[in-house]
């Protein structure tokens, strides 16, 4: 059974920084790709960034050169630095991983629960 647990998020004002984590548990599996995904109240969800296990990076236009995505395969954990905040950012944030295993063929899809991210003006 893999598990993603989420952690950080919260309240900031405009402008400033927060860091979101999320950490694969488990065992006899391998994340491959990860990345950040997010959900405003009456929006789709939305890719926010991925990372590869080889860390190839890519972010969506609203977020890049403010957020940055990384990983510690050690941990099986990855990481969303997001500074320069904005209100429009406000969203609930959800962890993504590709998991490999010998269980299965290919890659399953896990989520994380969810953590909400509010940015005031």
């Known amino acids: 059974q893999v598990q993603l647990v989420e952690s950080g998020g919260g309240l900031v004002q405009a402008g400033g920084s927060l860091g979101l984590s999320c950490a694969a548990s488990?065992?006899?599996?391998?994340?491959?790709?990860m990345g950040w995904y997010r959900q405003a109240p009456g929006k789709q969800r939305e890719l926010v960034a991925t990372?590869?296990?080889?860390?190839?990076?890519y972010y969506a236009d609203s977020v890049k050169g403010r957020f940055t995505i990384s990983r510690d395969n050690a941990k099986n954990t990855v990481y969303l630095q997001m500074s320069s905040l904005k209100p429009e950012d406000t969203a609930v944030y959800y962890c993504?991983?590709?998991?490999?295993?010998?269980?299965?063929?290919?890659?399953?899809?896990?989520w994380g629960q969810g953590t909400q991210v509010t940015v005031s003006s």
């Open positions: 993504n991983a590709g998991v490999r295993s010998t269980a299965w063929a290919g890659d399953r899809v896990y």
């Open positions: 990372i590869t296990r080889g860390s190839s990076t």
């Open positions: 488990g065992s006899g599996f391998r994340p491959n790709a």
